[in-house]
């Protein structure tokens, strides 16, 4: 992977403050160090970006271009550079946005008046227009470049066909957040699973915009249902030194992951243990220690929201 694990817990830190405060999801969209640009063909002319963000999905054939997400606006450009020189400087035909966090869209202006379309989820598409609990749309930044928003919205699925490939976007419920995209390239067999994917580290849960992590264990069993075995996913984020692409046994132990967080949740409360006594939680999860210990910066989030839906029940 080209961008560091410190890197994004420090992106991701600053968007749970963010949220915490209140703020727009223009507390992800942070300076800092850049990694390098790497393209990776995946299948049938789509494939990988990475830099620094969340994983970029793209297609590039003889008669159409697409992208999913953009991570952020000097790390797009390097997207966009790569795009053209694959494409012969064709313009896009079409860019989703997985769901709406900073680390995924605060490149989306770099593609204004390139991309002829931008698809999202609808309740995607709210949160990018407006901070958590306010009435007006956000303001940005000073000096951040005017947000590109969909342009196109969905609430159960969209589709085109894009030069010979057909994209597919489906919303599968709360999980992540309440405005998840599921991306499929039908004739790849390559699936886009966005921040509903974190490869063997512990993931964000926002749960100021609608996440769910017992719906999210669900949603990724629908999702591996809907594909085949030969099926490759690109994930949102991975961890140091793991592919950010792999396969549906890979889903799954990531559901399984989030089923082990709620049931230790679920034991440290039913033996009376407080809200604090289940946060100073610092050992790996037996049989998930690849994941790491909590207690680590941008770390403790999933102990957060497992604790609060163990104990309202939402």
Request: aromatic share 8%; charged share 20%.
């Amino acid at each position: 992977m080209s961008h560091t694990r410190r890197d994004f817990i420090a992106s991701s830190a600053a968007a749970a403050l963010g949220v915490a405060l209140g703020r727009p999801v223009y507390a992800f969209a942070r300076e800092g160090p850049q990694g390098q640009a790497v393209f990776t063909p995946v299948r049938r002319n789509v494939g990988t970006f990475t830099m620094r963000g969340g994983t970029v999905g793209w297609l590039v054939n003889a008669r159409g271009v697409a992208v999913v997400d953009t991570q952020f606006p000097a790390e797009a450009q390097a997207l966009l550079a790569g795009l053209q020189s694959r494409s012969n400087n064709r313009g896009v035909d079409v860019l989703l946005n997985t769901h709406h966090h900073g680390d995924h869209t605060s490149g989306n202006p770099v593609f204004r008046g390139i991309a002829r379309r931008v698809v999202a989820h609808g309740m995607a598409d709210q949160h990018m227009r407006r901070s958590p609990g306010a009435s007006q749309p956000q303001q940005p930044p000073q000096n951040a470049p005017e947000p590109l928003y969909p342009d196109t919205t969905f609430t159960h699925d969209w589709s085109a066909e894009v030069g010979d490939e057909r994209i597919v976007a489906r919303h599968h419920g709360r999980a992540h957040t309440s405005g998840d995209a599921v991306i499929t390239f039908e004739r790849a067999n390559v699936v886009h699973m966005g921040d509903l994917m974190f490869h063997r580290r512990h993931p964000v849960v926002d749960r100021a915009a609608g996440a769910s992590m017992r719906n999210w264990m669900r949603v990724l069993e629908q999702v591996v249902n809907a594909h085949g075995r030969d099926t490759i996913y690109i994930f949102g984020h991975a961890n140091t030194g793991l592919p950010v692409t792999g396969s549906s046994a890979d889903v799954l132990q990531f559901r399984d992951y989030l089923g082990a967080v709620l049931a230790f949740v679920e034991r440290q409360t039913g033996a009376g243990r407080s809200r604090e006594e289940v946060m100073v939680m610092r050992e790996p999860l037996a049989g998930f220690e690849v994941w790491g210990p909590f207690g680590q910066p941008g770390a403790r989030d999933p102990l957060t929201v497992a604790y609060e839906e163990v104990t309202t029940g939402s």
